[in-house]
């Protein structure tokens, strides 16, 4: 059962934006925190961006000002706005969730390539 789908990715050049959406499924509940993670080609996976359930909303250095991270409640999905993207951006973007129990979800991933 696929929990989480992904959306949005593709290829832009640098300078450009794209808009991810990850919308979990409604039968994961007592979401508190959603974040998107990325993993470049021989790189460890790091954190993009986060939200939680309030609204607060964290983000690496390397994105600030150019990212945004949102979401939906009611929808349970989760959007990434990324603008003025750059090649060192390009890497396979996954979303998660988190529950009140801590256990986390994840989503398959989505391919994004900032071409120079």
């Known amino acids: 059962q696929v929990l989480l789908v992904e959306s949005g990715g593709g290829l832009v050049q640098a300078g450009g934006s794209l808009r991810l959406s990850c919308a979990a499924s409604?039968?994961?509940?007592?979401?508190?925190?959603m974040y998107w993670y990325r993993q470049a080609p021989e790189k460890q996976r790091e954190l993009v961006a986060d939200?939680?359930?309030?609204?607060?909303?964290n983000y690496a250095d390397s994105v600030k000002g150019r990212f945004t991270i949102s979401r939906d409640n009611a929808e349970n999905t989760v959007y990434l706005r990324m603008d003025s993207l750059k090649p060192e951006d390009t890497a396979v973007y996954y979303c998660?969730?988190?529950?009140?129990?801590?256990?986390?979800?994840w989503g398959q991933g989505t391919q994004v390539t900032v071409s120079s």
């Open positions: 939200i939680t359930s309030g609204g607060i909303t």
């Open positions: 409604k039968s994961i509940f007592n979401i508190i925190r």
């Open positions: 998660g969730v988190q529950i009140a129990t801590m256990k986390s979800y």
